[in-house]
């Protein structure tokens, strides 16, 4: 038999990163619902029809599809070849999948608010913190199956929305612990930046070759451009738009001049600096930092995206999102706007790992260990500990009658701080032993003042 092993791209998690993770959860829930959010949860697995051509053709490749089964239609199992090479494409056929694992939060909330639009109160706000899963090849920071923490408001076409999320962001990387920026573009300045380069039926291949400018620079960028027919003075035009730098003002400064009155450039121009400006009042703009270079190769954004990097590590984006203004009308429910952002908690929790900012007291939950010195020590002993449970103590006793060494080095391995021993001449008295191990004192505690004790 051979090793047991994982799929590549997925993770086991002990004791140690559970707890970590939860709390960051945690701080990320506790936000959002600060900010009014309401949970929602949605199934695994979504209808392939639900998933295919929200996320672009490159986006459809990664999608995770669940073969079909004789239980749901023998009629259906005769797979062939030819259908098989259809899903290496990223296309489909209903002989082999009719259903895929989600690939993100957002595609599956449509469809969710378009299946009960009628009886939600708009705006609609709400979060949602599941497990999504993606074919991609695995690397640091890239898991096939990972976490996404996501608040979406979708009813309102107002501004303030984009304030909100940009704020949750800041709250939530404020609380913990960790410097991050908030890089803000608007698909509207691309969509100007594609009509000045020839027209808006070339947006799609400019944001996707844009989108690509981090990983493979400008040189590979200018060579996807010029197979997508992208001409010399286009692409011209296009390298300076990516080379605009210098402060949050001049940058929208140098746009302005460089798009010449673009319609929607100018549209996109005020929205973002709509966003600085209610920030310059909160004292929060400092975070926030106008970049143009910024993508976000999705094809449903349609207005303001964000991305989040945090400062001074080596990890890709932390966070993003944006607006997507009729997303649910690919479920026949159209003029229903929205907005929405994602924390990747995975990268997040190695960021944080990196730079050593989890507090020590994450990694803490019992606080006692009770010594099992045999049956009717262990009897007063378990008495004890379920008066401490009682009050949100947690503690646990050896159950095995063991020796000291054994049960103090169980104690050290799970970093329980205190140990609480009774012995026979300490059950006839009605006391304890307490001994903090991360300090050495050790104490004579009688059994009825264990309970208004600190821990």
């Known amino acids: ?30 936000v959002f619902e600060l900010y009014g959010f309401q949970p929602l949860e949605t199934p695994a697995m979504e209808q392939l029809e639900t998933l295919m051509g929200k996320y672009g053709e490159e986006g459809d490749k990664l999608i995770f599809k669940i073969l ?95 304030v909100e999320l940009t704020a949750i962001y800041l709250t939530v ?13 608007n698909r509207k300045i691309l969509l100007g930046l594609a009509q000045v380069c020839g027209g808006e039926d070339k947006m799609i291949d400019l944001t996707i070759a844009i989108d690509k400018l981090d990983k493979i620079g400008w040189e590979k960028v200018a ?18 738009y990516l080379e605009i730098e210098g402060s949050n003002e001049s940058k929208l400064e140098q746009l302005s001049r460089l798009l010449n009155g673009n319609e929607s450039a100018v549209k996109g121009i005020e929205e973002i600096q709509y966003v600085l400006d209610y920030h310059a009042q909160s004292g929060l703009a400092k975070n926030l930092v106008a970049d143009f270079t910024l993508a976000r190769g999705l094809n449903y954004y349609t207005g303001l995206i964000f991305e989040v990097k945090a400062i001074d590590a080596q990890m890709g984006s932390i966070g993003g999102g944006g607006r997507y203004n009729d997303l649910t009308s ?39 260990l009770f010594f099992n010195l045999g049956e009717a020590e262990a009897k007063e002993a378990y008495h004890l500990m379920e008066t401490l449970r009682a009050k949100k103590i947690a503690c646990e006793i050896y159950p095995d009658k063991s020796k000291f060494d ?25 006391e304890c032993t307490l001994k903090n191990l991360t300090t050495g004192t050790q104490q004579i505690i009688p059994f009825d003042a264990l309970a208004t004790m600190e821990f």
């Not at 060579?223 to 300076?240: H, N, Y």
């Not at 908690?345 to 944080?352: C, F, G, H, N």
């Not at 790992?353 to 994450?362: I, M, R, W, Y």
């Open 406 to 430: 054994k049960q103090f080095k169980y104690a050290e391995k799970k970093g329980i701080p205190n140990i609480i021993i009774i012995g026979s001449d300490e059950l006839s008295k009605k």
């Open 1 to 30: 038999m051979s090793k047991p092993s994982l799929p590549q791209g997925t993770r086991d998690f002990n004791a140690a990163t559970v707890q970590k993770r939860q709390y960051i959860f945690q701080t990320i829930r506790t």
């Open 173 to 185: 990387f404020k609380q913990l612990n960790l410097g991050v920026e908030v890089k803000l573009n």
């Open 68 to 162: 079909n089964n004789g239980l749901d239609n023998p009629q259906k199992v005769t797979a062939t070849a030819e259908g098989f090479q259809k899903i290496l494409e990223g296309k489909n056929t209903t002989q082999i999948t009719e259903r895929a694992l989600r690939y993100d939060l957002t595609i599956p909330f449509a469809r969710y608010v378009a299946m009960h639009h009628g009886a939600l109160t708009f705006p609609f706000k709400r979060y949602q913190i599941q497990p999504v899963w993606r074919a991609d090849r695995p690397q640091k920071g890239r898991y096939r199956e990972f976490y996404q923490c996501d608040a979406d408001i979708v009813g309102s076409d107002s501004l303030l929305n984009e």
């Open 223 to 240: 060579e996807e451009l010029d197979r997508k027919g992208f001409s010399a003075e286009q692409q011209k035009i296009i390298q300076s």
């Open 330 to 368: 690919l479920f026949g429910v159209p003029n229903v706007p929205g907005v929405g952002i994602s924390f990747g908690v995975d990268r997040i929790y190695d960021v944080l790992e990196e730079k050593n900012l989890f507090p020590a007291s994450v990694e803490q939950n019992t606080k006692i």
